[in-house]
């Protein structure tokens, strides 16, 4: 029963992805910034914004090439064939729909990895796979194209990897302290208020075994996949070693309780089993972010004379190490403030109950009962004792005081806690003798996904379709210059209006030679000003300047049309009559919830410029839909004003 259950949560992450209208929130403008909005320029060419991030400039660029190529690039290049075939159109929908298809593929490998790991160490896998499928940590953010997404998968690889390698050394200690406690139980009920300390048996003797003699078989292979994913995941995710920290050292020391030379050689075969395949991971990565960045001519690696050549100081100075620059701009506190500085303890008290709340509590019970036993004496060897549950538990405090000493702390940054957090709790969250969880986790999951996978702006990107439509309609007379303004929005990721060279910078002057190509082709061209969240005042002055020809140099044959993209909790700004212009509603994307700008439940407004849209003429259902919206208003200017200079 528990593999249909589970198998079941595939098929729902796997509909998310189909059917993105009904998980159509917006979490966070890296799960298109990161990865798609990029690729999606360099794969159809289509006009995009290629962020500070992917740009070669101080300290360099930081994003590492190979997981999205490996993963949203695969998913465009196979939709590229299949729209050159004629079997499907590229749009908007196929756009969102390919890489999140190849995102929740890719997550499956952390489903695989914890149920080989629960099965060996005789928890129960079907329940561990229930939690995490359950989760809207994994219903919602890895059913997105987040580079964490990756971070966990290999997270979870790794665990599996150690787990597996000292599978009876972790079972020989959880069963010495089953068996432990129960004599101490047994011994208390038989002497209550009297201890006795009663000789070590031949189980406990062997409970901590000192350094093993002889490699395993596959301690090698072992070595090196460690290897391979550890320095992957580093230039996947550069914050990777926080989360692997504590499987590789257990892995690396095993059981080792001793200082005798045995031991010291055992911990130096198994760091030279990782050298080979991370020194390997090492090389390709760091020539193929080389090469997307210019710095590097594949030429010279082509050759084996030119690079013999090369190799001197310069080829150093000329390679791209995208890790190595994302350390050196977040160690300055000045590059972060833009992104947000939060407190240290951001993690703990908010992140993580946000995401995993029930299995926090869990993990709070846990805490307690430790710290009640840790003054028991007679519990010192159990305590001692190097457990499943004791890594797991290090597995999942270690990241999250790392990553809490980096002042800008966001709460995908700790998803891969999810793993350790399932194995040591998950059956806690199960109904007994059921394969269904519990109802306050069923509860506190369908919440999170309503939020965060369908509210959460969940209008722009339906907008986005919405204005390729607008952008792309036929030219009656005279093509027109577009202009989108959006206000109080995430940014807008420009490659879903899938433009080829059609979208220009702000104030961009179309009479400049660089833009000439375009004039001939007579075609509609399209400006974005993303204001986020500015104050109104800003948003009027933009106006301002686009209509102004001294601003916005526009070419005879052009027309202008200004469209402004704002939350509907910011009604209130554009429903006033104005001397110059007046925002007339064109459009509304329902089911958008803006945390920056939270609706007003009851509001009470009248509605000047549209009289017909006031919500004291709504019934509370239109009322709330409405106040849930994205709003697209055409700025219309004020023609009398003409008319009364004429006369």
Known sequence: MGAKVWLCLVILRFMVCFYPGQMKGYIHPDQFFQTVEPLAGDIFGFDHLRTWDWNATSPGPIRNILFPYASVGASFFALKQLSTSGYIDISGYTLQAFPRLAMTAASLIADIAVYKTAKSLDLNPWNCLTILASSYATLAFHTRTFTNVFECALFALVLMLVVMSHKDD????????????????????RHVGKRKTKPKSSIEKQAVPHAATSSSPNEALVGFCLGFIVILGSFCRPTFPAFFIIPISFWITGSVTSGDIKAVWEIFKRVAYIVPGAFMTFVVCV???SIYYGTLDAAILNNPTLLVQNLNLDLLHNITITPLNFIKYNIQNSNLSPHGIHPRITHFL?????????LFVCFLKDAVSFYKTWHDRSLANEISLITSHKLFVLMFLTPIMLLSLIPHQEPRYILPVIVPLVLLYSDSLMKPLSSIPKMYWILFNLIGCIIFGHFHQGGLVPCMEYLHKVA???????????????????MPPQHLLHLQDQILPPFANLSMEKYQHILPKQENVVTIHDLMGSDQLTMFDRVDKILSDTKTVTPKPYQKEIYVISPASLDTIFCRLNVKYN????????????MEDPPEWFPSYECVAQPDRSYSRM???????TMLSLFVYKVEPVTYLDNVAKS
């Open 350 to 358: 908010v992140n993580v109950p946000m995401l995993f709340l029930p």
């Open 472 to 490: 792309t309609r036929p030219i009656d007379n005279n093509p027109t210059s577009f202009h989108f303004v959006f206000f109080h929005t995430y």
């Open 619 to 625: 019934n509370f259902g239109d009322t709330f839909q």
């Open 287 to 289: 020539a193929m972010d």
């Open 583 to 594: 925002f007339k509603l064109i459009n509304q994307f329902t089911h958008h919830l803006s």
């Open 170 to 189: 972790l079972l020989q200690n959880k069963r010495h302290l089953e068996g432990n406690t129960s004599n101490t139980k047994s011994d208390n009920n």
